[in-house]
Every structure is written in structure tokens, then in C-alpha cells.
């Protein structure tokens, strides 16, 4: 009876294992609707460092491509500090900019650089910084006849303002 699923993944290793992917993919092909965020789970799903090696899972590839339309660029930088809403989107776009914080403290502020997937139907939802760069999707939302899904890179305890977070979590 479960409709929509949240996952704040937060920094969590691994943050989609190859049975959770694949029940997710299940879960929207029977109708669900999903949301997740956390810094570096599209880094572990991907990179092909070593770090990310025991992480990586075709079965998460596959869901963020497929369902969620994204793809991985890196494992974002130190400066990526600000997402900013594309104006244009019908649900987030007056939402304006965002500072991401450095939760995680120290030197560990990550968040997923991503693209939008080819041929995807899916919508970019924030950018890194203040201008549309084709490799820095923050977030972004895609929906079929049967599912509806919503990506953020950075994990919602990385948003500056509970205000914003709210937002943010409402709309979605």
C-alpha cells in the first residue's frame, strides 16, 4: 500500500546495493514514486576508483539512468556550494538559489556533479552555481505513466535552511 518512498541516503556507503536498486525498480514499475538524495550515491554507483569499487552496482546504474535520468559526472568539488532552481520548472522553479553545507565537516563536501541521461524525458531541476552547466545537475525529476521520481545530489541535512529544505520537501 506504500505510494512514495523518501531515502535521504545522507553519506551512507553503500547507499543503493544491487537488491535495494532492483526493489526500487520494482517498486516504480508497480506505480511508486520515489525521492532520494545524499551526497555521493551516484559516486558510489559509478567511479571507478577504488574507494568507490566494493560500492559499484550495475543494478544502481541502471535505476539512475533508467528512472531517474541522470548519469554521473565526478564526485563534485569543495566549491560546489550553491544549487541554483532552473526558473522555467512548473514545481521548483521559483525556489531561487540554495547554499549546500558542508555537514559532513572537514574536507568532506561532495556532492554528485551529474548530466542529464541520453535521450531521458527527464527535467534538471537545480544547477551547481548560478548558470545552466550541462555537467553540474544537482537535482532533477523524470516521471512515466506509471512512476514519478525526484534526485538530489546533495542530501537534505546539506541544505542550508530548514526553511529551504521544507520547500524544497513540500513541493516534492
Known amino acids: 500500500g506504500v505510494k512514495n518512498v523518501y531515502y535521504n541516503a545522507g ?38 576508483s577504488v574507494n568507490a569499487a566494493p560500492y559499484r552496482n550495475v543494478e544502481a546504474q541502471n535505476l539512475i539512468n533508467n528512472y531517474f535520468g541522470l548519469d554521473f559526472v565526478n ?35 561532495f556532492p554528485d556533479n551529474l548530466k542529464m541521461f541520453t535521450n531521458t524525458t527527464a527535467k534538471p531541476l537545480f544547477y551547481y552555481g548560478t548558470a545552466v552547466n550541462a555537467n553540474k545537475v544537482a537535482a532533477a525529476r523524470n516521471n512515466s505513466n506509471t512512476w514519478k521520481t525526484v ?22
Do not use: R
Open 75 to 109: 564526485d563534485g568539488f569543495t566549491t560546489d556550494t550553491k544549487i541554483t532552481a532552473v526558473a522555467t520548472d512548473p514545481y521548483y522553479g521559483t525556489l531561487g538559489a540554495c547554499t549546500v553545507s558542508n555537514f559532513y565537516t572537514g574536507s568532506n563536501l
Open 11 to 48: 553519506w551512507t556507503f553503500p547507499s543503493l546495493t544491487s537488491d535495494l536498486s532492483t526493489f526500487y525498480a520494482n517498486f516504480l514499475n508497480n506505480g511508486g514514486n520515489l525521492f532520494i538524495c545524499g551526497q555521493d550515491v551516484a559516486w558510489a554507483a559509478f567511479d571507478t
Open 151 to 172: 534526485y538530489f545530489a546533495p542530501g537534505v541535512e546539506q541544505l542550508s535552511t530548514s526553511k529551504k529544505n521544507n520547500e524544497i520537501m513540500g513541493i516534492t
